[in-house]
Each structure stands twice: as structure tokens, then as C-alpha cells.
């Protein structure tokens, strides 16, 4: 069974910086891809980042772009997302997620990750 488990949510103004961080347990992390998806109150949960096994790879959707950054330490089975001129929309309940299958490559929609956080609260105020 894994378990993953965020941390570093809060408030934070406009333009300023969180870093969110996700553990995971499992013996199998370093086999999957890691994503962030978020969800505000009323709006559908929407992806946000994701890093390959390997870490090689990255991808954001594209309203985060130039702002965030993900990245994993497979040594310590943990993924991160940085996030740098944070925004009144990017407020959200935030949740890792692991992929369903091993070793794969552009997964960017909720149906392919099987695992997921509780999430962490970001509120950001204008």
C-alpha cells in the first residue's frame, strides 16, 4: 500500500513563494511518475505538474509555467513543487498523486494516477 502525505500549504500573499513537499512509502517509488493536481471550491480538479521516474522529464500545465517548478528525490521518496509569484487563482486544495503504471511517459490526466494525497490547503490573498 502506499501512502503519500503533502505538506507546506498556507497563506501567502500575491507574488509570494510556497513550497509544497509530498512523502511517499513504498519500496517502488522511484518507478513512477509523480504529479500535482489542485482543486478549488467549486472547479474541477485540474492538473497542474508532473516529473517522470526518473525525474528527467517534467510537465506543467500551462498557467504555471515560468512559476513552478517540480522535482523528487528518489533517495528519500519525496516529490516537491515550488511555486514563485503565486496568484489570487492559484488558490486550491493541492494533491499529489502516483501514476498507475510504471515507467510512464506524459501523464497529465487524474484517471492515470491511482494513489493520492488528503491534499494540502494554498490560499493566496490579493
Known amino acids: 500500500q502506499v501512502q503519500l502525505v503533502e505538506s507546506g500549504g498556507g497563506l501567502v500573499q500575491a507574488g509570494g513563494s510556497l513550497r509544497l513537499s509530498c512523502a511517499a512509502s513504498?519500496?517502488?517509488?522511484?518507478?513512477?511518475?509523480m504529479a500535482w493536481f489542485r482543486q478549488a471550491p467549486g472547479k474541477e480538479r485540474e492538473f497542474v505538474a508532473a516529473?517522470?521516474?526518473?525525474?528527467?522529464?517534467?510537465y506543467y500545465t500551462n498557467s504555471v509555467k515560468g512559476r513552478c517548478t517540480i522535482s523528487r528525490d528518489n533517495a528519500k521518496n519525496t516529490v516537491s513543487l515550488q511555486m514563485n509569484s503565486l496568484k489570487p487563482e492559484d488558490t486550491a486544495l493541492y494533491c499529489c498523486?502516483?501514476?498507475?503504471?510504471?515507467?510512464?511517459?506524459?501523464?497529465?490526466?487524474?484517471?492515470?494516477?491511482?494513489?493520492w494525497g488528503q491534499g494540502t490547503q494554498v490560499t493566496v490573498s490579493s
Open positions: 498523486a502516483r501514476a498507475g503504471t510504471a515507467y510512464g511517459l506524459g501523464q497529465r490526466t487524474f484517471h492515470e494516477y491511482d494513489y
Open positions: 513504498g519500496r517502488t517509488f522511484s518507478s513512477y511518475t
Open positions: 516529473i517522470t521516474w526518473s525525474g528527467k522529464t517534467t
